[in-house]
């Protein structure tokens, strides 16, 4: 591609490349990355952290089921779960009747349940409660992710962090740097000549403005990504339609894959969404926790039997939890404080933090007992090897979780 028609493009395709950008920064590729790994692989026991985002608000209380309290069975009469039905943690706690596999990682110690998670003045919003947890800013709107600011703080490399999936949540985008996005299904890759356009693109040229080499610099991030992720990406999708919507247990096999394959890559975010239970709740409730409990027991079950794996901590939330009391459509609505689950052979099992009372509530709703961005504090701490108060902005006790 001759220099003019390369800077027209560039200046053409500005607001395409700033999309682009959402796909890393960076040069490397497959065979550097392998051949890192035979000359310095990666160092036994770095951890990496898999991050669960399940979108539309995840009732808790029927997650984490306090079928041992008379209050909750008064308040919901419709659709409690009694103890004959639970996975028992304790006299008063149990999971949901959906999830054996994450009552199996409970009984080997390797599940943390950390009760009433929220943060100050909670949202009802989905969209701004969701970015609210994944900018980790309850005070006020900003542009950056947790997990994109720590990006920033540690260089160009579009392969620290990954995202399966196309869309990148709000979380792995940072102010200089962003994490990559990779797709599940049949494979994505350009066709040759429009492969060696691209590489072109992303060839640096003195003569660009600021602006044109940021878009080339996203043009040869993506040259980067497939380059990379390919290998593993071809390898475990066989068979997916193209374009298929990807399932939960889908993209934690890409994970694995990648976690096996000793890709260097610290933090993956997948998602499983459909948790918005306004009506009907019980049955749909339980399809979703079903296939969150098959996928990542299966996942973790896998991880703990692989060297690299073995330092895997699944960090899995919701935007808020629901209101303890049942609506007319057999559902519940928008809520507040909730459970969050961490999982993972370096995890110290048990239950922390406070049950909410479900009977002393602020309007109706769950009070909180942890604030979620101890959680965080406690992952760039324990699992990124990060300074917790650069990332947040302050200084958030962590609970404990971690071996």
């Known amino acids: 591609m001759d220099h003019l028609t390369r800077r027209r493009f560039l200046i053409a395709s500005g607001a395409t490349g700033a999309a682009a950008l959402a796909i890393g920064f960076g040069t490397v590729s497959w065979g550097t990355l392998m051949g890192t790994a035979e000359r310095d692989p990666l160092v036994g026991g770095t951890r990496i952290l898999v991050i669960v985002t399940l979108y539309g608000g995840n009732d808790g209380i029927n997650?984490?089921?306090?079928?041992?309290?008379?209050?909750?069975?008064?308040?919901?009469?419709?659709?409690?779960?009694?103890?004959?039905?639970?996975?028992?943690l304790d006299g008063e706690l149990g999971l949901n009747p959906a999830m054996p596999g994450l009552a199996g990682l409970w009984a080997g110690n390797q599940l943390a349940i950390v009760r009433g998670v929220g943060y100050p003045k909670p949202d009802h919003s989905h969209f701004r409660s969701m970015d609210i947890w994944q900018t980790a800013s309850p005070q006020a709107p900003i542009n950056t992710g947790w997990i994109g600011r720590w990006l920033d703080l540690n260089g160009d490399n579009p392969t620290n962090a990954v995202n399966i999936g196309s869309v990148l949540p709000p979380l792995a985008v940072g102010a200089t740097g962003a994490a990559a996005?990779?797709?599940?299904?049949?494979?994505?890759?350009?066709?040759?000549d429009l492969a060696t356009a691209i590489t072109g693109l992303?060839?640096?040229?003195?003569?660009?403005?600021?602006?044109?080499?940021?878009?080339?610099?996203?043009?040869?991030?993506?040259?980067?990504?497939?380059?990379?992720?390919?290998?593993?990406?071809?390898?475990?999708?066989?068979?997916?339609?193209?374009?298929?919507?990807?399932?939960?247990?889908?993209?934690?096999?890409?994970?694995?894959?990648?976690?096996?394959a000793g890709v260097p890559t610290t933090v993956y975010t997948v998602s499983l969404g459909g948790f918005d239970t306004h009506a009907d709740e019980k049955a749909t409730q339980e399809?979703?926790?079903?296939?969150?409990?098959?996928?990542?027991?299966?996942f973790l079950k896998d991880m703990a039997s692989d060297p690299n794996g073995r330092s895997v901590v699944v960090l899995a939330y919701s935007e808020f939890g629901r209101r303890v009391q049942v609506n007319a459509s057999h559902?519940?609505?928008?809520?507040?404080?909730?459970?969050?689950?961490?999982?993972?052979?370096?995890?110290?099992?048990?239950?922390?933090?406070?049950?909410?009372?479900?009977?002393?509530?602020?309007?109706?709703?769950?009070?909180?007992?942890?604030?979620?961005?101890?959680?965080?504090?406690?992952?760039?701490?324990?699992?990124?090897?990060?300074?917790?108060?650069?990332?947040?902005?302050?200084?958030?006790?962590?609970?404990?979780?971690?071996?």
């Open 181 to 192: 996005a990779l797709s599940v299904g049949a494979s994505s890759a350009f066709p040759a």
């Open 202 to 260: 992303g060839k640096p040229d003195p003569a660009d403005t600021p602006e044109q080499i940021t878009v080339a610099q996203s043009y040869c991030a993506e040259r980067t990504v497939e380059a990379t992720f390919r290998p593993v990406l071809d390898a475990g999708t066989e068979g997916a339609a193209a374009g298929s919507k990807s399932t939960l247990a889908q993209q934690l096999t890409l994970v694995a894959r990648c976690v096996k």
């Open 63 to 88: 997650t984490v089921i306090p079928y041992g309290d008379p209050a909750y069975h008064d308040a919901r009469p419709e659709f409690t779960y009694t103890a004959d039905q639970v996975h028992p």
């Open 331 to 403: 559902g519940t609505d928008h809520g507040t404080a909730g459970p969050v689950f961490i999982a993972g052979v370096p995890v110290r099992g048990g239950f922390y933090g406070d049950q909410p009372s479900l009977t002393d509530l602020d309007d109706g709703d769950l009070k909180s007992t942890v604030d979620f961005r101890s959680i965080y504090s406690e992952m760039l701490s324990g699992v990124l090897k990060a300074d917790p108060v650069t990332v947040l902005g302050g200084s958030y006790p962590g609970i404990g979780v971690l071996t």
């Open 287 to 298: 399809t979703q926790l079903g296939i969150l409990d098959t996928a990542l027991s299966a």
